[in-house]
Nanobody, 116 residues
Framework: VQLVESGGGLVQPGGSLTLSCAPSGIIFNIYTMGWYRQAPGKQRELVAA???????NYADSVKGRFTISRDNAKNMVYLQMNSLKPEDTAVYYC???????????WGQGTQVTVSS
């Protein structure tokens, strides 16, 4: 199983980025896909998740700014991030999980830095 993230980078406050995750080795359309982030000195936290039925949930800190989506035909999951803030700076990780899994599968992470 492999999850490959892309799209991270340096952006100014108020800017936008779109992260992409390309899982392989799983039956993509049955997995709940999530984006997590970990800032230096902090625990990894859930940013957004989307189920196989396309139900979504978001961390309160990103509601209204971030949008998670999935394309089952392309086996891709995306995180559109708008109105970025310096506190969004973190390594963002893609996750694929089924209900019985404690943690699921993880990507290697992509750095997002929000700074002027």
């Amino acid at each position: 199983v492999q999850l490959v993230e892309s799209g991270g980078g340096l952006v100014q406050p108020g800017g936008s980025l779109t992260l992409s995750c390309a899982p392989s080795g799983i039956i993509f359309n049955i997995y709940t896909m999530g984006w997590y982030r970990q800032a230096p000195g902090k625990q990894r936290e859930l940013v957004a998740a989307i189920t196989s039925g396309r139900s979504t949930n978001y961390a309160d800190s990103v509601k209204g700014r971030f949008t998670i989506s999935r394309d089952n035909a392309k086996n891709m999951v995306y995180l559109q991030m708008n109105s970025l803030k310096p506190e969004d700076t973190a390594v963002y990780y893609c996750n694929a999980r089924l209900a019985h899994m404690s943690s699921g599968y993880w990507g290697q992470g992509t750095q997002v830095t929000v700074s002027s």
